[in-house]
Nanobody, 114 residues
Framework: QVQIVESGGGLVQPGGSLRLSCAVS????????MRWYRQAPGKERELVAK????????NYADSVKGRFTISRDNAEHTVYLQMNSLKPEDMAVYYC???????WGQGTQVTVSS
């Protein structure tokens, strides 16, 4: 059974940092690309970052480039999203997804507010 569990969200002031984690099980993690999405209230879900199965290649939305870093630990079956210099517009529910599969986590809320 595929399980995808995000964690690490919370309340942070503008300019602050958070690190999201996505722990997975039930499939061969090291053979799949992984993605982080986010959805703000009233907006469509958008792709934030993606990483290849071996972790050697990453890609980011223009809105987060230079501030967010996606990484993975295949031994730990976990993908991360380090978010720095957070802005109010980064506030959203952040979701982890397996590339090429309709497998999503339940999301973790990120609130950026002073």
């Amino acid at each position: 059974q595929v399980q995808i569990v995000e964690s690490g969200g919370g309340l942070v002031q503008p300019g602050g940092s958070l690190r999201l984690s996505c722990a997975v099980s039930g499939f061969t993690f090291s053979t799949f690309a992984m993605r982080w999405y986010r959805q703000a209230p009233g907006k469509e879900r958008e792709l934030v970052a993606k990483i290849t199965s071996d972790g050697h290649s990453t890609n980011y939305a223009d809105s987060v480039k230079g501030r967010f870093t996606i990484s993975r630990d295949n031994a730990e079956h976990t993908v991360y999203l380090q978010m720095n210099s957070l802005k109010p517009e980064d506030m959203a529910v952040y979701y982890c997804k397996v590339g090429g599969r309709p497998w999503w986590g339940q999301g973790t809320q990120v609130t950026v507010s002073s």
